[in-house]
Nanobody, 129 residues
Framework: QIQLVESGGGLVQPGGSLRLSCEAS????????IGWFRQAPGKEREFVAY????????YYADSVKGRFTISRDLGKNTIYLQMNTMKPEDTAVYYC??????????????????????WGQGTQVTVSS
């Protein structure tokens, strides 16, 4: 059984940084693409980023490109999302997701929640002064 557990959320000031973690059990990162979505109040879930099973492919939403970085630690079976230069519009619940295709979905499909089969419970991120 796949389990994804997010942590690291909290309150941060605009321009600040935060690092989210996603610890996975029941899967091997070599065979799964792992990503992040977020959902702000009153809005639909939005794709943020993903990393392929081999760690070679990364893909980011335009809204976070250049500010967020996705990475992984195979020894800890953990995915990280480093968020820098944060903005109030980054405020959302952030979800860790997985896809059973190692290289991940094609970019146009990655933005769709239905492309991701397993979801964590989410962690709240609030950017406010």
């Amino acid at each position: 059984q796949i389990q994804l557990v997010e942590s690291g959320g909290g309150l941060v000031q605009p321009g600040g940084s935060l690092r989210l973690s996603c610890e996975a059990s029941g899967i091997s990162f070599n065979y799964y693409a792992i990503g992040w979505f977020r959902q702000a109040p009153g809005k639909e879930r939005e794709f943020v980023a993903y990393i392929s099973g081999a760690g070679v492919i990364t893909y980011y939403a335009d809204s976070v490109k250049g500010r967020f970085t996705i990475s992984r630690d195979l020894g800890k079976n953990t995915i990280y999302l480093q968020m820098n230069t944060m903005k109030p519009e980054d405020t959302a619940v952030y979800y860790c997701v997985s896809n059973q295709v190692s290289r991940g979905p094609p970019p146009e499909a990655a933005h769709h929640a239905s492309s991701w089969s397993d979801w964590g419970q989410g962690t709240q991120v609030t950017v406010s002064s």
